[in-house]
């Protein structure tokens, strides 16, 4: 994996011939150097994350003076209380939850249908019904919001979970029949046949064989919407108004008083707690998310 | 295709989907297609206008052309973040032997966050008073006179807004951009390297022709995600000051839901929606054009 043009010796500081030494000096240099950038990089990437995290640790005085890099003077968990106090925050989170299950399992039941549909099964328009749903990859959600508003308010769905979760399914279905069905591919013919031989018809070679071993493109279908959902601002910002149903995103915006004024610290504490399940899943099965994020775009 | 599959097992497993589909995005598609040729305010009769709403936004509407520019330079400086801060760190990630994953892992963590805790992030990192980070760096490293509200100058306001958008993207292209690069051959490289090749030689005829495909599928993803883009702008100026951070999503958002005018929102999102075929194809064409030759 390695493709350093660099000899294999480690970089020894062992007294050496200049002449080794000048041909180890240019690609060590080069490395110390694309080491201090990742390192760099890395930093913008994780610091705001981690000055987010110290300063809900803040006291209000601590950081309406103190140098905004300083660590803080004295930690507090007062903001924690008062993030609950002022908001809604285990509302927020259970709709949140509610949501999130709700779409995933028409995304992952829905889209592994549609894919064996189009992929094992076969019919004369599939290619046709493949593109048609390739159109939801390229097109922005917000076309949606105007039609789908009217469309709710005349069936009564706004201010509902299902308004949010529709929507969020709808959207995410195409990526899903795509990993889907580019896994179906990997089944072989043979195993269905033999199933057919046996006796098998295709509601039985759906549930016995085909769904069985898909577990791991659920895991990966649910990982990568799981995120999209859990954060998703546009369609709850627009179908939902009360605040029973408010799920984390628009929970945060709470934290802004009246005429603008912020309780930074505890806005931060808040962010805090409603960023934490989603960071504990992520850091838990990362590994997973990473190879299906990864192979769920090589492939494309 | 199977050998005893029937008509109707066809439509069990298509039907179900394909509705969920029609019903949140193919119906909606169409929807405002139709509307887009009427003026209503949602709650009079809805009133036959034909064209005027597509003659209205391109010869008689300055935000509306404000707003597309503005939305181009948020692609713009989305994508060089994005795509090129991605291409880097996936290439520099390349040569490192140990803690790839842990980066990796570090590198992705922004895009976990949701847009609402990264606008507020944000706001504070650009704030002057208490002074923000930003600001504070700048006055550390002797820039001080670059000091200001960023969010509330006209002039940097754009670029501020559409910063973190970039930042939060970055390790999502990385990961893609390093799973393509680890699986160029490495018998290829290594017979470059034989030939005498730099590293940059290396990386232009070798790594990145090899990576194309996936180059052009991330191209893709950025572009229609950047021409999308929506919640940290609304949620950090709302558009604001004046119209000097206003997206075409924005504005369509604010012409439907604050002004009620159902028709001409329309007119605007299916704009949207031509301007992100249209870059898919021109993507593809460029980028397809230039492999050929």
Redesign the interface.
Known sequence: ?????APSTPRASAPSSPVHQRRRRKPSL??TL??V??LL??I???Y??A??FL?SLRTEQD???????ALPSSLTWENYARAFETGDLGRNILNSFIVTMGANI?IVL??M??A???Q????RLSRF?RA??L?????????????????YSAVNLLDTYQSMI??L???A??MS?YLFSSFFEYIPRET??AA?LDG????R??GLITLPLSLNTVVTVVLVNS?FI??D??FAN?FVLSEDLKT???G??N?IGAMGKVD?TA??AA?CV??TP??LV??VL??AM?QG???G??K? | MLPNRSRTSVLVFLLPPLLLYCAAVLFPILQSLFLSFFSWNGISEMEFVGLQNYVRMLTADDIFWRSFFNALLYLAICLVLQLGGALVVASLLTSLRRGRELIKTLYLLPAVISTVAIAFLFVRIYSIDPVGLLNQLLHWVGLGSLERAWLSDVNTVLAAVSAPEGWRFTGLYMLIIYAALIAVPKELEEAAVLDGASKWTLFTKIRFPYIRPVWITTTIMATTYGLRGFDIPYLMTNGGPGQSSELLTTYMYKTAFTSTDFGYASTISVFIVIECLVAVGLILFMLKRKADS
């Open positions: 994996m390695i493709t350093q043009t080069y490395r694309s080491r950038l990742i990089i890395v913008v990437q994780v705001p994350l000055w987010l300063t950081f309406a003076t103190g140098d905004p890099f028409l829905f889209g249908m549609a064996y549909a189009i094992v099964l076969g019919f019904v048609l749903f159109i939801g990859i390229i097109v922005p959600v917000q076309i949606a919001l105007v039609p789908l508003f009217i469309d529709i929507p399914a709808g959207f279905l195409p029949i269905y046949e057919s098998a018809g295709p509601y070679i759906f995120i859990w954060n601002f546009i627009t984390i995103p628009l945060l915006q934290y930074w806005t931060f962010v409603t960023i989603l960071l992520f850091l990362n590994k990473i994020l990864e192979s775009a090589t494309g």
